[in-house]
């Protein structure tokens, strides 16, 4: 933690309280409220965290402003463009990209911890063949506590790391076992010779029956979605992973939390919603009517895949995936695909429209993934499961913080109360 370099004065009845304020390297000056209640006997008051710092951090850095994306310092543009997903999970986790022999050994290790526990097949039998998948995946990674017992002990700095690489090796082969026990095909198991998304795109699409093979374009176009979503500061999921970690709850649990939680359509659930909602629409020439819906204050809808409570700007994720789509189309001879039409339409319509323009709601990195997972051949029900995957490392690297912060005690957050004060019990006949 920076040093205070300067104080706010706060004045309650009279009295001033100094509080420190640090400056960080990038971003807004923070103040110091630790001691506010044991000074002045007063709470802050800010639902759903608009305005506060949960922990310092060193990991991923917006600004919501200009619409930029910082891994450890790193544009998420260049990483998108001249890295991999792999070498941005090393980068994650340690700090600084890889030289060739640590980005070996690390792919390695990964490549060499995909396969699950055979036992754990059993746990996908139990499911209705229509559950959703994100149900599975929440089940399943925490049944790993139950299997992986030498990688549950939070305070063995060895343990951390070998549940870190497990669950990012397996995460996708849970992810596409879910998907084949709900479309009804055998398990596909992974193989060490494909790379990380190719073993994914396999294990998802090839059946016994014949060959598989990987389409280079699309491997590429997968591991750039990984990329896109790997970590994103401390969003609903992360917090809740930290959250959840803050009692000394083993990592299997906590990632399981931190999917349980991006399930919604508010957060990582987005994409498969904002997939749903462009077929609602359909045909562009009932775009106007969604536009007005979005804009009716009466009306609960939203336009899913638009606005984020960081980016007051373009998702720079989103103008990447935008490339990626096209590209994708294009390969696969759909680029006439009438959801991208609807998509591109939509897109043009809401940025001309004053509202989205004043309250600053833009596309945001789940207004494009969609469209390429459907163009892949996924069902929108395997949209979510994939931004879990991807978004396990980040989980990982900010549980891997917090553990290793010497101020770390469990989260407990206070709350303004409004309810009833203290009254007699009324007996059944008395009331
Ligand atoms: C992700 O946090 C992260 O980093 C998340 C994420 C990550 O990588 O982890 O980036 C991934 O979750 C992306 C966001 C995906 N969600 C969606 O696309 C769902 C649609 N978006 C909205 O639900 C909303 O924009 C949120 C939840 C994303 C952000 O909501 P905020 O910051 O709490 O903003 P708000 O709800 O207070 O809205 C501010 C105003 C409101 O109008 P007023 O009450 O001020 O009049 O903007 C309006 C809202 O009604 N608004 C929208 C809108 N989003 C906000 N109006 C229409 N359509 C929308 N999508």
Same mark, same amino acid.
């Given at each position: 933690?920076?040093?205070?370099?300067?104080?706010?004065?706060?004045?309650?009845?009279?009295?001033? @309280?100094?509080?420190?304020? @640090?400056?960080?390297?990038?971003?807004?000056? =923070?103040?110091?409220?630790?001691?506010?209640?044991?000074?002045?006997?007063? &709470?802050?008051?800010?639902?759903?965290?608009?305005?506060?710092?949960?922990?310092?951090?060193?990991?991923?850095?917006?600004?919501?402003?200009? +619409?930029?994306?910082?891994?450890?310092?790193?544009?998420?543009?260049?990483?998108?463009?001249?890295?991999?997903?792999?070498? =941005?999970?090393?980068?994650?986790?340690?700090?600084?990209?890889?030289?060739?022999?640590?980005?070996?050994? &690390?792919?390695?290790?990964?490549?060499?911890?995909?396969?699950?526990?055979?036992?754990?097949?059993?746990?996908?039998?139990?499911?209705?063949?229509?559950?959703?998948?994100?149900?599975?995946?929440? +089940?399943?990674?925490?049944?790993?506590?139950?299997?992986?017992?030498?990688?549950?002990?939070?305070?063995?700095?060895?343990?951390?790391?070998?549940?870190?690489?497990?669950?990012?090796?397996?995460?996708?082969?849970?992810? /596409?076992?879910?998907?084949?026990?709900?479309?009804?095909?055998? &398990?596909?198991?992974?193989?060490?010779?494909?790379?990380?998304?190719?073993? &994914?795109?396999?294990?998802?699409?090839?059946?016994?029956?014949?060959? @598989?093979?990987?389409?280079?374009?699309?491997?590429? /176009?997968?591991?750039?979605?990984?990329?896109?979503?790997?970590?994103?500061?401390?969003?609903?999921?992360?917090?809740?992973?930290?959250?959840?970690?803050?009692?000394?709850?083993?990592?299997?649990?906590?990632?399981?939390?931190?999917?349980?939680?991006?399930?919604?359509?508010?957060?990582?659930?987005?994409?498969?919603?904002?997939?749903?909602?462009?077929?609602?629409?359909?045909?562009?020439?009932?775009?106007?009517?969604?536009?007005?819906?979005?804009?009716?204050?009466?009306?609960?809808?939203?336009?899913?895949?638009?606005?984020?409570?960081?980016?007051?700007?373009?998702?720079?994720? *989103?103008?990447?995936?935008?490339?990626?789509?096209?590209?994708?189309?294009?390969?696969? +001879?759909?680029?006439?695909?009438?959801?991208?039409? =609807? *998509?591109?339409?939509?897109?043009?319509?809401?940025?001309?429209?004053?509202?989205?323009?004043?309250?600053?709601?833009?596309?945001?990195?789940?207004? @494009?993934?969609?469209?390429?997972?459907?163009?892949?051949?996924?069902?929108?029900?395997?949209?979510?499961?994939?931004? /879990?995957?991807?978004?396990?490392?980040?989980?990982?690297?900010?549980?891997?913080?917090?553990?290793?912060?010497?101020?770390?005690?469990?989260?407990?957050?206070?709350?303004?109360?409004?309810?009833?004060? *203290?009254?007699?019990?009324?007996?059944?006949?008395?009331?």
């Amino acid at each position: 933690m920076a040093d205070a370099q300067k104080t706010a004065t706060l004045t309650i009845d009279g009295q001033d @309280y100094e509080l420190p304020i @640090y400056s960080p390297t990038a971003g807004p000056d =923070v103040i110091d409220i630790r001691k506010l209640y044991g000074q002045a006997g007063v &709470f802050t008051y800010d639902p759903g965290f608009t305005s506060t710092a949960s922990t310092d951090s060193t990991i991923t850095f917006i600004d919501g402003g200009k +619409g930029e994306l910082l891994h450890r310092g790193y544009p998420i543009d260049q990483l998108a463009g001249k890295s991999h997903y792999l070498e =941005v999970c090393y980068l994650l986790l340690n700090g600084e990209l890889p030289t060739s022999e640590q980005l070996e050994d &690390f792919e390695s290790r990964v490549t060499n911890h995909t396969m699950l526990h055979e036992q754990m097949m059993n746990f996908f039998r139990g499911f209705r063949r229509d559950a959703h998948p994100m149900a599975i995946m929440v +089940g399943v990674v925490g049944a790993m506590s139950a299997f992986y017992h030498d990688s549950t002990d939070i305070s063995d700095p060895w343990q951390r790391e070998v549940a870190s690489i497990r669950l990012i090796a397996k995460m996708p082969t849970i992810a /596409a076992m879910a998907y084949k026990y709900h479309i009804g095909q055998p &398990f596909v198991y992974p193989r060490n010779d494909l790379d990380y998304a190719s073993n &994914f795109l396999r294990m998802c699409f090839s059946v016994p029956a014949e060959e @598989y093979q990987v389409n280079p374009i699309l491997a590429r /176009a997968m591991d750039r979605i990984f990329t896109l979503h790997a970590d994103h500061e401390q969003n609903a999921s992360t917090s809740t992973v930290r959250l959840a970690s803050s009692s000394g709850a083993n990592p299997f649990a906590c990632i399981a939390a931190g999917i349980a939680c991006l399930w919604g359509p508010a957060h990582g659930g987005a994409n498969q919603a904002c997939l749903e909602m462009l077929r609602e629409i359909g045909t562009v020439d009932r775009i106007p009517e969604f536009i007005a819906r979005a804009k009716d204050k009466e009306d609960p809808f939203r336009l899913m895949g638009f606005g984020h409570r960081v980016y007051k700007n373009f998702d720079p994720r *989103a103008t990447v995936m935008k490339e990626s789509a096209d590209e994708v189309l294009e390969l696969l +001879g759909v680029d006439n695909n009438p959801v991208l039409q =609807v *998509a591109k339409e939509l897109e043009k319509a809401a940025l001309a429209d004053p509202y989205f323009a004043e309250k600053k709601l833009f596309p945001n990195v789940d207004f @494009y993934s969609g469209i390429i997972l459907e163009a892949m051949g996924f069902p929108t029900s395997m949209f979510t499961p994939i931004f /879990a995957m991807s978004r396990t490392v980040g989980w990982i690297s900010q549980w891997k913080e917090q553990l290793s912060d010497p101020q770390l005690k469990i989260g407990r957050p206070r709350q303004l109360y409004q309810g009833e004060t *203290a009254r007699e019990y009324v007996d059944i006949e008395n009331r």
